[in-house]
């Protein structure tokens, strides 16, 4: 479990988090979410089910981590759901590190922004900036996405020496772009649709 | 030592990273030696692991032997990861693999194929590419315990892979690349005047390259011994080449193998087994002569296919030892690996 901590806990929260609750209370919720920890343990061929999604997934950035603990808490109830503009704030915030750093580091660019993880200094006082703008909007699930994978960091608690594979991964990459542009389409059809009724409105002269 | 992966087919799960001692007094190789398995990778790296792939031994100097090996848990080459190992007793035991985390992108498409630079900080300087969505070149900083400390990017884009990177002096260095384009087909190459931290961007030399590996040195007097298929298309002719720093005069030293056809064209099985029968009885050594009968029976789909059976010498890798002799190996036909010794001597003799 030591050197797995992070596959297990992430196979269980994001089991917990994907499968329906059935309605289920809030202990047998916590009870659910520790059978599938408990699961995660589970040896085929010799590796354990959280160790086979790890293989695919790699270690989740920590944002991650602390996202699908932040989902698995709403569904038991344990915190309220985040206002709409607190939760796109966040998206905006992660969407553009990953805009930041994905192209470039796939090839697109001669500079890889990647390197700029592993002295982190300058990334470190970007996303302090970031956090603290998000404390002053009390945006507490971004201060503690940010704040945590800092402190992650810090503490060494990934393999990687990288600040950016505490921060970021494929997964919250791509949700936050996606969940940024989903919402962005809303608006415009929601402005376009509310045009096109003001427009069939009829008009006094 | 040398390294190479052997299985029955490229990327097939029973492929395993071997290697062989050579006896420098007898000029013999020993038996051949399992170092690694799909198996005993992923039991260390607590991973899935699908298949291997290119190996890199090196000797540090420290006398700690380095091994980098390619690792896929999903997919083709383009997720691979990188694994290392080392050894301080020259290769008797091996320390338990681990995998390198080189990108943020669930750290997979970085592969090695050619030999690492050993920095005077102790730090390993590591030829890497990349094969997801674009081709591209990088060179890894590792630290002495085996993580990644840092990166430099040599090549960007969809067409440069393998570089083979030859330090000048202790901030010049020459990385040489693959060319994967439709636009050169020629060699690139690239400069670094920081020790690695920033590469100009690769430019096309002299030497035709038909998308395929090649490995370079430096030579006592500024130049480089390039070892590389100088062809517009084929592996069928492996040569020797020299040049100079400024990469602008370049000069054959030998062939060190080709087809008797000067155009590459495929032979007939008959008269393929013959001819390779002579080229394997030339170069076998004593040890490995009684072979000759089991190879040519087994010649399969590696070299003969249904348009007639061709001769390839590829994947060259290139060292100049301690003792100032340069090692030269390669695939020679899918079958086999190579091995090339020479001394400034001999080279001054050719040139």
Redesign the interface.
Known sequence: MP??WQAHLTFALFAFVVLPGFGLGRLAQGLVLLLLLAVSFVSVD??SLA??M?????DVAITTLVALAFFAALRMGLLDAPSHSARVQLLIVMAALALF??PA????????P??L???PRPLIVTVGVLAFGLLLLKNWQGVSMLGLATLAFSLGLK????Y??YL???FIALFSCAALIGYAVRVVARKATKASQQLNQPTSL | MAVWFAGSREGAADVQIRGARYDALAAEWGEELVLATREST??AT????RKLGNPVIALAPDNRLWLFYVSV??GGWAGSAINTMYSDDFGESWSTPRQL?T??????STLVRNAPVFHRDGTIGLPVY?E?????A?YLYISPTG???????I????DSLQPTVVPMDEQNAIAMLRYAGVTHHRVLASRTEDAGRTWS?PFPIDPANPNSALAAVATPNHGLLVALNDLEDGRFRLRLMETNSSLELWKPVIDLDESPDPEGNPFSPQAYREIIGDKFRLSSGPRRLSLVDEFLTNLDQRVCKTHGCDFEYEYPYFIRSADGLYHLVYSWNNTFIKHVSFNDAWLMEQL
């Open positions: 050197g797995l010799g590796l160790a086979y790890r293989s695919f997934t790699e750093l994905y580091t796939m090839g697109l660019s001669h500079l890889d990647y390197q993880g592993y002295d393999p990687s020496p990288n950016w594979d970021l991964d494929p | 992923q039991q607590r991973k899935h692991i848990s999903i985390i990108t943020p992108f669930l750290n997979i990349h997801f969505l674009g081709k591209f990088e993580d990644v400390v840092g990166k430099s990017r090549s960007m884009g969809t961007k």
